[in-house]
C-alpha cells in the first residue's frame, strides 16, 4: 500500500478506530474481528463515464448522444457513490461494515484536489458507519479517474444472509422504491445497512440481496441461488417518482423500475407467518424506510410478472445494463 | 461485487476454500479467520503504462523516450505481479495470506481474452500460496488496463511484524538483491511470504519491510516509524546482475540498488545477539534466500551510507519514483 503524502494527511484527520489497532503506516492494516472471529469482504471498482461523469469530462462519447444531459456527478458523490455501493453489499449479508480501504487511480491534472473531493464524500458516510478508513492505494496516471474500494465487515448477530435461502411458499419483500436511480438516487442513497440489520434481527430471513442490476435481474439471483421460481406482483413495485418522469412509450416506468438498476434497495424472503410480522414492522417506526410485499416464491423455476387483472407474462431478464453503457 | 459470467466460470475452476464457507454467488464473501480472530488487510492498484505495458500498447508516450525498449509484460505476467505485490505487503507483517478479491476494469476491445491471461498468471501464484480466490469486480470500459487486488490474511503465529519496532544496536538485514528489476524481476518475483514466516519463527524481529518504494526509501520508513537513524554499508548491498548491466556514468549499479524499487526483497531489524542466529540461518538451508547484513541502527536520525574506505554520506532519499513515469 502506498499513501502519497497528501492523502496521508487528509487521513490523519480521521480518528484512529479501536478494531484496527495497526493501519496506515504499515504495509498492511491489522483488523480485530475476535468478536466473530470471520470477515465479510466486498469489493467494487467505479469508473470515469461508467459510474458517473464528472464536470469538465467531455461528454457524451460517440453513440452515446442520449445521455447527453445526464446529471454531473461532485467529486464528492463520486468518492461517497464508491463507499456506498460497498456498504449496500454488506447490508446484503445482514453484515456490520467494520474498515474501508481506497485505491484510486487519479488523473495527472487535477489529481489532488479530486482525492480531496473524493475523500470530503466519502469520510462523512464512513463515520456516519463506523467504518474505519484504514488503508489504500493511491496512484496516479494519464487515465480518467478509478476509485477501487474494499470494506470488510462482519456477520450480524444473527449470522450472514444469503441469496440461497427462499423456499417455495416465501413471500418477497422489498426496502423502498425502484427505478428512475440515474437522474439522483444512485449518487445520494443511503445503504440499507441499519434495515437489514434490525430485518435480520426481528425476523427470519431466508433470503436477502441489495438491487444494484435491477430489481428483476437480482431477483433473478436469488431464485438461481435458491432453485425457486416467482410471481411478482406488477401493480405493488413501489416505483420511484423520477422513473414515472422518465417514463416513454418504450420504457414505461413498470419498466425503468424493473431494469434501470442502482436502486441499492433490498430484496428478501421470509415464510407467510413472518410475513406478517414484516407487515407489523411496517407501519412501525422499527425499520426506518417502507417495505412492500412484492411477490411470492414457488417450486416451479417460472419467473413471472402478474398484473392485476389477472393476466402473467414470463419475467424478461430485462434487469441491467450499466446505466453509461450502450443499450 | 459484479461477475461477468466468463470470469465466474474461469473461478469455478478454483476448488472451493475450506477457509471461505461463503464465496462467489453472494454478495460479499465470508471467511473464516477464528483461528486468530485477526485481519490482515492490504490492497493494490496496478495500470498498464504505470506498472507494466503490455504487447500492443503505444509506447512510449510523448516525453518517455528513455523507455521506448521497455520489455513488455504478457497478459499473464500482469495478473500474477498484481496479485504477488499484494502477498509482499503480506509477508512485510509477517502474515499468511489467506484470500484475493480481484478487480478490474477491462479494455473494451479484446477484454475477455485479457482477462483470461490475467487469470492464467494469478490463479497459480494463488495456488501455491493457498490463497483461495474469493471474489472481485469484472468491468469494462474505454480505458486501458486497471487491476486491483486486495488480499486478507492473518498474523502468523508470532503476530503481525511492523515498522515501527527497529531500535538503536539492531542490525539491518536484507533477503535478496537491488536493483535492475524493470528488465524481469518486477514481473517474475515469487513474494516472500515463506521466508518471513520463517525468519519470525526462528528470531525475534524488531521491525520488517518490503522494498517496493526502493531500498533507500523504504529503509527511510524504517528509520520514521522506529525514530532512530541508520548506517548502510554500501559494499555489503547485493546487487542484482541486471542492476550492473544497465548502470551508466548518471547512475552507478550503486544509485539504482538504492533506488530502482519494485525488488519486494525484505529488510528487517534484529538485535546483535539475534544477528548471530540470522547469520547462521543464512548459511543453513531454513531459508530459502539470501540473507545479508547491510547495515546497523542508532538513535541519531541521520540516514548514511558508508564505503569500505570509511567514506561516509549522507543517504539521500534517492528512493522509488515510480519507474514508468518521469525521473
Same mark, same amino acid.
Given at each position: *500500500?502506498?499513501?502519497?503524502?497528501?492523502?496521508?494527511?487528509?487521513?490523519?484527520?480521521?480518528?484512529?478506530?479501536?478494531?484496527?489497532?495497526?493501519?496506515?503506516?504499515?504495509?498492511?492494516?491489522?483488523?480485530?474481528?475476535?468478536?466473530?472471529?470471520?470477515?465479510?469482504?466486498?469489493?467494487?471498482?467505479?469508473?470515469?463515464?461508467?459510474?458517473?461523469?464528472?464536470?469538465?469530462?467531455?461528454?457524451?462519447?460517440?453513440?452515446?448522444?442520449?445521455?447527453?444531459?445526464?446529471? %454531473?456527478?461532485?467529486?464528492?458523490?463520486? =468518492?461517497?457513490?464508491?463507499?456506498?455501493?460497498?456498504?449496500?453489499?454488506?447490508?446484503? *449479508?445482514?453484515?456490520?461494515?467494520?474498515?474501508?480501504?481506497?485505491?484510486?487511480?487519479?488523473?495527472?491534472?487535477?489529481?489532488?484536489?479530486?482525492?480531496?473531493?473524493?475523500?470530503? =464524500?466519502?469520510?462523512?458516510?464512513?463515520?456516519?458507519? +463506523?467504518?474505519?478508513? /484504514?488503508?489504500?492505494?493511491?496512484?496516479?496516471?494519464?487515465?480518467?479517474?478509478?476509485?477501487?474500494?474494499?470494506?470488510?465487515?462482519?456477520?450480524?448477530?444473527?449470522?450472514?444472509? %444469503?441469496?440461497?435461502? /427462499?423456499?417455495?411458499?416465501?413471500?418477497?419483500?422489498?426496502? =423502498?422504491?425502484?427505478?428512475?436511480?440515474?437522474?439522483?438516487?444512485?449518487?445520494?442513497?443511503?445503504?440499507?445497512?441499519?434495515?437489514?440489520?434490525?430485518?435480520?434481527?426481528?425476523?427470519?430471513?431466508?433470503?436477502?440481496?441489495?438491487?444494484?442490476?435491477?430489481?428483476?435481474?437480482?431477483?433473478?439471483?436469488?431464485?438461481?441461488?435458491?432453485?425457486?421460481?416467482?410471481?411478482?406482483?406488477?401493480?405493488?413495485?413501489?416505483?420511484?417518482?423520477?422513473?414515472?418522469?422518465?417514463?416513454?412509450?418504450?420504457?414505461?416506468?413498470?419498466?425503468?423500475?424493473? =431494469?434501470?438498476?442502482?436502486?441499492?434497495?433490498?430484496?428478501?424472503?421470509?415464510? /407467510?407467518?413472518?410475513?406478517?410480522?414484516?407487515?407489523?414492522?411496517?407501519?412501525?417506526?422499527?425499520?426506518?424506510?417502507?417495505?412492500? %410485499?412484492?411477490?411470492?416464491?414457488?417450486?416451479?423455476?417460472?419467473?413471472?410478472?402478474?398484473?392485476?387483472?389477472?393476466?402473467?407474462?414470463?419475467?424478461?431478464?430485462?434487469?441491467?445494463?450499466?446505466?453509461?453503457? +450502450?443499450?
Amino acid at each position: *500500500m502506498h499513501e502519497f503524502a497528501w492523502i496521508a494527511d487528509l487521513r490523519r484527520r480521521t480518528p484512529p478506530h479501536p478494531r484496527v489497532p495497526i493501519g496506515i503506516g504499515d504495509d498492511a492494516a491489522l483488523l480485530d474481528l475476535s468478536a466473530t472471529g470471520h470477515a465479510l469482504v466486498t469489493t467494487d471498482m467505479l469508473m470515469e463515464g461508467v459510474d458517473f461523469v464528472l464536470p469538465g469530462t467531455p461528454w457524451p462519447p460517440p453513440g452515446r448522444e442520449h445521455l447527453a444531459d445526464i446529471r %454531473r456527478a461532485t467529486p464528492e458523490e463520486a =468518492g461517497r457513490k464508491a463507499l456506498a455501493v460497498n456498504l449496500s453489499d454488506i447490508a446484503a *449479508m445482514a453484515g456490520i461494515p467494520r474498515a474501508a480501504f481506497v485505491s484510486v487511480a487519479l488523473p495527472r491534472t487535477g489529481g489532488a484536489e479530486l482525492a480531496q473531493g473524493l475523500w470530503a =464524500g466519502l469520510a462523512p458516510l464512513a463515520e456516519e458507519f +463506523d467504518v474505519a478508513l /484504514a488503508g489504500g492505494d493511491t496512484n496516479s496516471w494519464d487515465g480518467p479517474l478509478v476509485i477501487s474500494i474494499t470494506v470488510v465487515g462482519e456477520p450480524g448477530p444473527r449470522g450472514a444472509v %444469503r441469496r440461497n435461502g /427462499a423456499r417455495p411458499g416465501d413471500v418477497l419483500f422489498a426496502t =423502498g422504491e425502484f427505478g428512475g436511480s440515474l437522474v439522483d438516487w444512485h449518487l445520494t442513497f443511503t445503504p440499507r445497512v441499519r434495515e437489514a440489520l434490525a430485518l435480520a434481527e426481528l425476523c427470519d430471513l431466508h433470503a436477502l440481496i441489495d438491487t444494484s442490476d435491477g430489481l428483476a435481474r437480482d431477483l433473478g439471483h436469488i431464485c438461481d441461488e435458491s432453485g425457486v421460481g416467482v410471481k411478482l406482483f406488477a401493480d405493488r413495485i413501489p416505483i420511484r417518482p423520477a422513473a414515472r418522469t422518465g417514463a416513454s412509450s418504450d420504457r414505461t416506468s413498470l419498466d425503468r423500475a424493473l =431494469g434501470d438498476g442502482e436502486d441499492f434497495e433490498l430484496l428478501f424472503a421470509v415464510t /407467510a407467518v413472518e410475513a406478517e410480522k414484516v407487515e407489523a414492522l411496517s407501519q412501525s417506526d422499527k425499520i426506518p424506510c417502507r417495505l412492500t %410485499r412484492i411477490g411470492g416464491f414457488h417450486e416451479n423455476p417460472a419467473r413471472s410478472l402478474v398484473f392485476v387483472d389477472g393476466r402473467e407474462v414470463l419475467l424478461e431478464n430485462r434487469g441491467w445494463e450499466h446505466f453509461l453503457s +450502450d443499450r
